[in-house]
């Protein structure tokens, strides 16, 4: 059985950072496309990053470009989301999804993600 659990949210001022991460257990890491996704209250789900399995690319939202950084470790079976310059309206609930069958054309689309962790509150505020 596949698991992701995510830490590190939390309350940050605006301009903060924060390191996001996504532990994956079960399975095997190396096959998997795994992405970031956010959702603020009242809003669809919004991709944020993928990052495909073994050397295979890191891909960002245009709002995010410059700001967020992914990473993955496959020695820890975790990936990571840093943030910097935090602004108000990134302000949601970030959740790691992951899949072994995701083509390029669809990193961006939640549905075609198999397994998800619960998500970490991100509150942006001063």
């Known amino acids: 059985q596949v698991q992701l659990v995510e830490s590190g949210g939390g309350l940050v001022q605006p301009g903060g950072s924060l390191r996001l991460s996504c532990m994956v257990s079960?399975?095997?890491?190396?096959?998997?496309?795994v992405a970031w996704f956010r959702q603020a209250p009242g809003t669809e789900r919004e991709f944020v990053a993928a990052i495909r399995r073994s050397g295979g690319g890191t891909y960002y939202a245009d709002s995010v470009k410059g700001r967020f950084t992914m990473s993955r470790d496959s020695a820890k079976n975790a990936v990571y989301l840093q943030i910097d310059s935090l602004k108000p309206e990134d302000t949601a609930v970030y959740s790691c999804?992951?899949?072994?069958?995701?083509?390029?054309?669809?990193?961006?689309?939640?549905?075609?993600?198999?397994?998800w962790g619960q998500g970490t509150q991100v509150l942006v505020s001063s």
């Open positions: 079960g399975g095997t890491f190396n096959t998997y496309t």
């Open positions: 999804a992951a899949s072994s069958t995701i083509i390029l054309s669809s990193l961006r689309m939640a549905t075609q993600y198999r397994y």
